[in-house]
């Protein structure tokens, strides 16, 4: 998992036709000043019964289908959760708090946020893989606030739910050499619960070609790794042009893995910050 900086983009009318390139607090009255969305919006408002309420969101899914194409340009067509572009099957664009009802970790169910359905910041691509097993699952830490329509504070949720929008979030999740998803090193008790959980719910590592995916992503970097180190040691105090050339190289092809347009970068990053080599760490910071 990257990191995705949502709250420093905005649609822009070059991406969606007649959507306004404003900043977040602009966009956001635009949508209730506009005649379409205020429309919607005053019609989810007076839609009193929840059955009715979720078949009106339900029908106006176009509303962020129209945006697939923008979101997956923001993670180089990956996808969110995955970092993969075609492991985790088709992508959908998925509400991060479930726009009908949020389950909790009993099972029981709370009324979603419907008033974020048609809200871009709630929206990430996932794979359909880990997005059907996620459905309405958002369940909250005991004693957390929860947002209602009435009183909302979602930014004073404690979810268990990794959100790849959140820089902090996604240096949760790290990967071993199996290519399994585990909690990064020094993570509190707390922190490895959401870890787990995400994992769980998101199939992260229940589908067979992630870990496998993974696992070559380590693998290659691993050797690239060991050829480095041998080439620094030949080079010692004293110039080795062969041996010169060959660490560039090997420093290029690790560097190449490591861009955030390619896929499993992340694993490729933590195959790297585990050896916990200074001389490593560089090429990471």
């Not at 959507?19 to 007076?46: I, N």
């Not at 019964?49 to 969101?57: A, G, Q, S």
């Not at 088709?90 to 389950?103: G, I, N």
Request: charged content about 35%; aromatic content about 12%; hydrophobic content about 30%.
């Amino acid at each position: 998992m990257r990191w995705i900086d949502l709250e420093n983009k905005q649609p822009t009318d070059k991406d969606i036709p007649n959507w306004k390139p404003w900043s977040k607090e602009k966009w956001k009255k635009w949508l209730h000043d506009s005649a379409d969305y205020f429309t919607e919006a005053e019609r989810l408002h007076k839609l009193g019964k929840t059955i009715e309420r979720n078949d009106f969101i339900k029908s106006k899914s176009a509303h962020w289908g129209k945006l697939k194409g923008w979101l997956r340009a923001l993670s180089h067509g990956k996808c969110w959760f995955s970092d993969t572009k075609d492991k985790y099957s088709h992508y959908d664009v998925e509400h991060f708090r479930p726009k009908s009802e949020a389950l909790d970790l009993d099972g029981t169910s709370r009324d979603g946020y419907w008033w974020l359905a048609f809200d871009y910041s709630n929206y990430r691509i996932c794979g359909n893989v880990g997005n059907r097993k996620k459905g309405g699952w958002f369940p909250l830490r005991e004693k957390s606030l929860c947002s209602t329509y009435d009183c909302q504070c979602e930014e004073s949720e404690t979810c268990y739910f990794i959100d790849p929008t959140d820089p902090e979030d996604v240096n949760l999740i790290a990967f071993n050499e199996e290519g399994d998803v585990v909690p990064a090193p020094n993570c509190l008790p707390w922190e490895i619960e959401r870890v787990e959980e995400s994992n769980k719910r998101l199939k992260l590592n229940e589908h067979d070609d992630l870990p496998e995916a993974r696992r070559e992503v380590w693998q290659k970097m691993s050797r690239l790794i060991e050829c480095y180190l041998r080439a620094k040691a030949r080079c010692g105090s004293n110039r080795n042009p062969g041996a010169e050339g060959s660490l560039r190289e090997y420093v290029r092809e690790m560097k190449k893995m490591l861009k955030p347009d390619v896929e499993l970068s992340s694993v490729a990053k933590w195959c790297i910050l585990f050896r916990n080599d200074s001389r490593l760490l560089r090429l990471v910071a």
